[in-house]
């Protein structure tokens, strides 16, 4: 999926201290940066666990609606010597508005990929750390997982392949496409 296709009317930019957000108004009508900040949500009694990896995920049930709150993190050897940050290339070139955007893309075009509900940057002089913040849906698992507790059948193959199939048809080609990164519903 390369160049920039429109948005749509509902998407929505706003002007932080420090840096920016993107968010689906039709989605969070009444987004403020507060959302970004698990202490916010914590302290309304609405953080609903997390799930652990390069740092914590954040699981959020507010008003009968599910968020997952997820601040970009670091991986590999560039973990130890910047945790969080990234190098400012502008704000189209940051994680969050990349992924936003790409996600509300597919989400639109019917694959199934969770709705994004906002993104965040914050610009700190030559670097920027970043937040996003989609719908929560409900998944049996990953694939691998799947597989550690029996062998799927070979419709659940055929579905996936074709479910696969969809997202390259589209352009979309996935860096790090393994077991672990396909959840299934």
Same mark, same amino acid.
């Not at 996600?103 to 906002?118: E, I, K, Q, W």
């Not at 913040?133 to 659940?156: F, N």
């Given at each position: 999926?390369n160049?920039?296709?429109?948005?749509?009317?509902?998407?929505?930019?706003?002007?932080l201290?420090?840096g920016?957000m !993107?968010?689906?108004?039709? /989605? &969070?009508?009444?987004?403020?940066?507060?959302?970004?900040? %698990?202490?916010?949500?914590?302290?309304?009694? $609405? +953080?609903?666990?997390?799930?652990?990896?390069?740092?914590?995920t954040?699981?959020?049930?507010?008003?009968?609606?599910?968020?997952? +709150?997820?601040?970009?993190? /670091?991986?590999?050897?560039?973990?130890?010597?910047?945790?969080?940050?990234? &190098?400012w290339?502008?704000e $189209?070139?940051t994680? %969050?508005?990349? $992924?936003?955007?790409?996600?509300?893309?597919?989400? /639109?075009?019917?694959?199934?990929? %969770?709705?994004?509900? *906002? *993104?965040?940057?914050?610009?700190?002089?030559?670097?920027?750390?970043?937040?996003?913040?989609?719908?929560?849906?409900? &998944? &049996?698992?990953?694939?691998?997982?799947?597989?550690?507790?029996g062998?799927?059948? !070979?419709?659940?193959?055929?579905?996936?392949?074709?479910?696969?199939?969809?997202?390259?048809? +589209?352009?979309?080609?996935?860096?790090?496409?393994?077991?672990?990164?396909?959840?299934?519903?």
């Amino acid at each position: 999926m390369n160049g920039r296709w429109a948005l749509g009317p509902e998407v929505k930019h706003g002007a932080l201290a420090g840096g920016a957000m !993107l968010y689906d108004a039709s /989605r &969070v009508g009444n987004l403020s940066p507060n959302w970004f900040d %698990p202490k916010y949500w914590e302290a309304r009694g $609405e +953080l609903d666990g997390g799930a652990r990896g390069r740092g914590t995920t954040h699981f959020v049930r507010s008003a009968g609606k599910d968020y997952v +709150l997820r601040h970009y993190r /670091r991986g590999g050897l560039i973990a130890r010597v910047s945790g969080d940050r990234y &190098v400012w290339q502008g704000e $189209e070139s940051t994680r %969050p508005f990349e $992924e936003w955007q790409l996600t509300y893309r597919l989400h /639109r075009a019917g694959l199934p990929v %969770p709705a994004p509900l *906002a *993104a965040r940057y914050r610009h700190h002089g030559l670097t920027y750390t970043g937040d996003i913040i989609t719908e929560r849906v409900p &998944v &049996v698992g990953s694939l691998s997982e799947c597989l550690r507790t029996g062998a799927l059948s !070979l419709l659940t193959w055929i579905a996936i392949g074709r479910c696969i199939r969809r997202f390259h048809d +589209l352009g979309v080609c996935h860096a790090d496409l393994n077991a672990h990164n396909v959840l299934l519903s």
